[in-house]
């Protein structure tokens, strides 16, 4: 088997070359970190649910017309995506207060938001990705006012889905962060969902008990990770409702 190149890892993926020009492979890790990379811990399964149900948003963004970076599953680890020019930024739409808006603003945890709220981190772990605003943006030309007007509609377009389709497995989208990267068509560009969408980047609470089924579990110790992932990725028809949660996968497909 041939080795691949090595791009880059983070925290909770690695990539590698794909074997078309173009192409990535994502390789999705165990790997659990929170508090900028403070508190860190490997959870066994968290890579493959987290592939699963990034395929499963992908592919629903997808079906409903909005463009992602996301190409097909290769196994129960990997995913193929296209190449593509990450903006540097977290974008972060808000439903509820919860996390560090309910810290700045002393707004108290499951207060309902007026409307969608989207804020901007430049993404820098250094810098602990700090906040920032579309004057910061524009200023140093991390993106243009075009790209801003587009990221916010692809960003709104993702909520519209999501909320839904949480609602109906009686889920609650609290909040969610999304990267957007630019891919290169001749001499056009488009704007397009990359990175991941899985339950590591989206706050999740059941509706009728406020039990949180995201990476809070790990932030404040309660529970287990895999099995508030699960418990999603049943809900969803991801897995069967009869399942274990995922622990030392062996199967490839």
């Not at 088997?1 to 590698?16: C, F, P, V």
């Not at 992602?68 to 995913?79: A, P, S, Y």
């Not at 919860?98 to 804020?119: D, N, Q």
């Not at 250094?126 to 993106?143: C, K, Q, R």
Request: aromatic content about 8%.
């Amino acid at each position: 088997m041939t080795r691949r190149k090595k791009i880059y890892e983070g925290k909770a993926k690695t990539l590698y070359e794909g074997p078309e020009p173009g192409t990535i492979v994502q390789y999705f890790k165990d790997d659990a970190t929170a508090f900028n990379a403070e508190k860190k811990d490997v959870i066994e399964g968290k890579g493959v649910l987290n592939n699963m149900l990034s395929e499963y948003f992908m592919t629903g963004l997808g079906a409903v017309g909005v463009p992602t970076h996301f190409i097909k599953r290769l196994n129960m680890r990997e995913q193929l995506v296209r190449a593509c020019e990450i903006v540097p930024l977290e974008v972060i739409v808000r439903n509820y207060a919860a996390g560090s808006i309910s810290k700045r603003l002393g707004i108290e945890e499951g207060t309902a938001m007026p409307r969608p709220i989207v804020e901007y981190c430049y993404k820098d772990d250094a810098l602990g990705d700090p906040l920032v605003t579309e004057e910061h943006i524009a200023a140093f030309g991390w993106a243009s006012q075009q790209d801003m007007d587009d990221i916010v509609a692809l960003a709104l377009r993702v909520n519209d889905y999501l909320s839904g389709l949480m609602y109906g497995v009686g889920i609650r989208l609290v909040d969610f962060k999304i990267e957007i990267g630019r891919i290169y068509e001749g001499d056009f560009q488009r704007l397009v969902v990359a990175d991941e969408i899985s339950p590591d980047s989206c706050r999740l609470w059941d509706i009728e008990t406020g039990q949180k089924l995201d990476k809070d579990v790990f932030r404040r110790d309660l529970g287990s990770l895999t099995d508030a992932y699960t418990e999603v990725a049943k809900r969803l028809g991801v897995m069967p409702k009869q399942a274990n949660p995922v622990s030392k996968p062996t199967l490839i497909n």
